[in-house]
């Protein structure tokens, strides 16, 4: 980052500064709980099970997941998609969890609402709060089509009209007839939405504004890309309207109630009124005993500074992705030995703002062949792993598709070494931090520990090379209290070394790898 890209996000993190920090007014894991939190994004893109439902499994691995360290499951979202098959993201009814025969059948993609709530409670009596994934900027397998006034705009600029308003017919009534009126009576017409993207009449899709009597346009508070993103796909929400609002409020309490989720990952961000939003997150934690409901969103930026007037708008009312650190060790796996390894952390949310990052590696959307790929694939896999896991700040989630076999994205080394890496945050990542970042291909940290955790020592290198021996070695004071004393690695327990009388150690891993050092009378 050069010298003007800091002062501009030294500037903008100004405007932040008296925004208090999302994480620490939330609850991340059980609450008498001295170890440190986790999250799991349990599912992929193309997540199934050959012999049970996805909240059967789900339940079914509870169990192993709370061993591991887990408190958080980012769940799939639970209502019923326009496709029998859908992942829920195509939102046909938010009210509908797999209890009605609507789109082909009465379970979601997932299963059914009572395996659903079972998975939830199982979940809650093994430290796992599930979080569950709100789809509030879209709706999508209407029961109808509806005529009204609408004009085509420029996709790559929704400011600009390409023809002139016209009538277009489009999918936009939704009735719900499966469902007949149980918990919400509100029928959806156009209306309700701000854009569609197709119509029916001439058969062309594209991006329409529709312009009949009552409508206010594209949102305000939105992203400006694009000259206003409110739009992304399907029929937009209108968050301005009133019947909307308290349809969507309303929505609060009762999935709260249904699932006892412990938070929410809201979805697409940048495309939904901030307005809607904020009031929508405050609205959350108003629920009886949900004041520290958490709350992470989706907002896809590739640049920290661009997180910060987000961070601003939210007042500190919900943690963000780390999206640029994302990025950043998508960079480095692309790179190799070219990649310096000192700067992995620049312009990064975990640098600028640590207590409002939530870290990860990869995620659905940055799987090969998804709409924002950008995998991070084994060359640099369990580095990264080990950057969010180790570390003390943000709060680091790992994805299903890393940890278990899957047709997606499974690499079975990298899954043996991230179970083992999330064993030593559980067990070893505690106390003060040092870093010992001195070769731009190998760098370093200690975790002093605390009264009640040992710490550890990590080392993390992105050359392969066999020249590379002579730079992955780092010496490493990890206290004159452990004079003396053996360590070995977690990870092969058969490699170990010793500390010098004055608590230092000369600590190692093998070319492009990792490696986490601890004391061996702790293993």
Known sequence: MGLSDRVK????????????????????????STENPLMIQFFTWGASHPEMSWWDHFAEECPRLAELGITQAWLPPPNKAMAKDGLGYDAYDLWDLGEFDQKGGTATRWGTKDQLTRACSIARQHGVGPVITAVLNQKLGADGPERFMAVRVDPRNRLREVEKEKVISSWTSFTFPGRQGKYSKMKWTQEHFTGVDWDDITKISGVYRITSEGHQGWSQHVSKELGNYDYLFGADIDHRHPMVREDLFSWIPWILDQTHATGFRIDAVKHIDRLF??????????????????????????????????????????????????????????AGSSYDLRRIFDNTLVAIRPADAVTFVDNHDTQVGQSMESWVDKNFKSQAYALILLRPDGFPCIFYGDLYPNQDCYDHDTAVTLRKLVLARKRFAYGRLVDYFEHKNCIGFIRCGTEQHPGCAVVISNDPSEC??????????????????????????????????????????????????????CV
């Open 468 to 521: 590379a021996l002579d730079f992955t070695v780092i010496r490493m004071y990890v206290g004159v209290a452990a004079a003396g004393a053996t360590y070995c690695s977690f990870l092969d327990t058969s490699k170990e070394l010793n500390i010098d009388n004055k608590g230092y150690g000369i600590f190692h891993t093998q070319p492009n790898s990792v490696d986490v050092w601890v004391d061996v009378k």
């Open 277 to 334: 939003l904020l009031e929508f997150i405050k609205r959350s934690r108003k629920t009886p005993k949900r004041e520290r409901l958490f709350c992470v969103a989706e907002c896809w930026h590739g640049s920290a500074r661009a997180l910060l007037p987000y961070i601003k708008a939210f007042q500190g009312q919900t943690a963000f992705f780390d999206v640029p650190l994302h990025h950043k060790c998508r960079d480095a796996n692309k």
């Open 9 to 32: 996000t030294r500037l903008a993190s100004l405007q932040v500064a008296f925004v208090s920090p999302a994480l620490p007014q939330m609850q991340l894991g059980p609450e008498d």
